[in-house]
């Protein structure tokens, strides 16, 4: 059962606050599955990779998934713009696409969609045709919390390749085991 908000400000009042660092070196004990996020539209074209993913709820006429992208970055607001993104979920050989669409290679961000083949499946968002998954999204809602925007996408068309998921825990890629 959830703390009401009064018993809720009170506790808070009578902690210390997080450490930063304390949170993120927790947070990077956590395993997640690496995904680029691409939009197009009249906003323009960009992608990022990012492990903040998340299922909302199946149990819509569509489907709803979150992503968290930081406001600052080059790419959310042409997703809030356009209106519609890709989660192109990463399988475990594709740590190229990762560590191209988180900038770790450097290069021009104009060539990045060179690289591997890229289709569409209903909306205009480029969709990774080797990807482990593809969920297609319109943007249903966007809440702004500290530094990012919190999207939560319905999910318009979903494609399947078989594999296994590119993992990243512990500041590196990781692989599951058989």
Request: proline content about 6%; glycine content about 8%.
């Amino acid at each position: 059962m959830p703390a009401s908000p009064a018993r809720s400000a009170i506790i808070e009042e009578q902690l210390p606050p997080v450490c930063r660092g304390e949170f993120i070196d927790g947070m990077s004990r956590v395993a997640a599955a690496v995904s680029i996020v691409t939009t197009d539209g009249a906003a323009g074209r960009d992608g990022m990779a990012v492990t903040a993913m998340s299922a909302v709820s199946a149990d819509a006429e569509f489907p709803t998934l979150l992503i968290c992208v930081k406001s600052t970055s080059r790419p959310a607001p042409l997703i809030r713009a356009n209106g519609v993104f890709c989660v192109n979920v990463l399988a475990e050989n594709q740590v190229a696409f990762s560590d191209l669409f988180s900038g770790r290679n450097g290069g021009d961000r104009d060539s990045w969609f060179t690289h591997g083949r890229w289709s569409r499946l209903y909306t205009s968002a480029p969709a990774l045709d080797s990807a482990l998954v593809n969920f297609d999204c319109t943007v249903a809602e966007v809440s702004d919390v500290g530094t990012h925007h919190v999207i939560i996408g319905s999910v318009l068309a979903v494609r399947i390749a078989p594999g296994r998921p590119l993992l990243y825990a512990n500041r590196g890629y990781g692989r599951l085991s058989e």
